[in-house]
């Protein structure tokens, strides 16, 4: 009975080994992405198909919001992620300790004026109501591209930290709401304008150059301030994983993809 123990517990002894051996190969050329639903997804899926070619798999996990994404990569549950800009993930590090870089920019997403309660930029009267994001990075993009539009004027001291206090003209007194990024677009029946991210007007089935009354242009600074990155853990820049995800997400496959899919509402940056 003892040597009959003896034997059974070898044999799983040795199956561990076996499948640890197996689970480690495999995860060597998995590749886990965190990604908003739209359009990060969707391009990663497009990624996919070329990242077979080379061997790899790659395993999509998707969020629905800006925060768990970072704090899922810092823990080593992802290899890398794909939804925000450089000047966020920047003021993500600093307010949560977390050591995340850039990869590399992939595209842009135009932030628009989308229509409310009223349907032009003439209609604007005195306390006009505008919804902006209200994380810091996408906040301040927000007022500049308002700035932009000769709305209300900005500290120019404030730069990419700017909140409705750093407000220094409003001619028209406009009341600005600050709303989660993801609220955004069903909060437009209930405010006159609101400036909304380009993957939530996505999921929201809105496209900036068709619906959006205003929009930050492709040529512009914030074109490439804002362009949306790949972030990984510092010293994994270079990683095989990682130079294989953006060989991939910077092929022409995906770029044919991104132009004919979104029709200016995403920008490739390669």
């Known amino acids: 009975m003892k040597k009959l123990l003896s034997v059974l517990l070898v044999g799983v002894i040795g199956l561990s080994l076996f499948t640890g051996c197996a689970a480690k190969g495999t995860d060597d050329k998995t590749i886990i992405v965190g990604a908003s639903p ?3 997804a969707e391009i990663l899926k497009v990624a996919a198909e070329v990242l077979k070619e080379d ?17 899922t990569l810092e823990s080593k549950e992802l290899d890398a992620n794909f939804f925000q800009h ?39 009267v005195d306390g006009t109501t505008i919804a902006i994001p209200n994380d810091t990075t996408n906040e301040a993009r927000a007022l500049l591209l308002l700035e932009t539009l000769g709305l ?30 993801a609220q955004l677009a069903r ?24 619906d959006a009354i205003a929009k930050e242009e492709k040529d512009s600074l914030a074109a490439k301030t804002y362009a949306n990155i790949i ?8 990683s095989p994983k990682t130079l294989a995800l953006m060989k991939a997400l910077k092929s022409d ?5 991104i132009e004919q899919t979104y029709q200016g509402a995403v920008v490739p940056m390669f």
């Open 38 to 40: 739209t359009p990060h």
């Open 55 to 71: 061997g790899y798999t790659l395993e999509i996990k998707e969020f629905t919001d800006y925060v768990q994404p970072n704090l």
């Open 86 to 124: 450089l000047p966020y993930l920047e003021d993500f590090n600093v307010k949560n300790g977390t050591k995340l870089v850039s990869a590399g920019a992939i595209h842009y997403e135009p932030l628009g004026v989308y229509p409310g309660k009223i349907k032009t930029l003439d209609a604007i």
């Open 152 to 181: 209300i004027k900005l500290d120019p001291n404030a730069g990419l930290a700017a909140t409705p206090k750093d407000i220094i003209e409003n001619p028209k007194n406009i009341a600005i709401k600050e709303l989660e990024a």
């Open 187 to 210: 909060s437009l029946p209930d405010v006159d304008l609101a400036v909304i991210n380009g993957n939530f007007a996505l999921q929201a089935g809105l496209n900036v150059d068709k």
């Open 231 to 238: 972030a990984v853990r510092a010293g994994d820049e270079n």
């Open 253 to 257: 496959k995906v770029k044919t993809y």
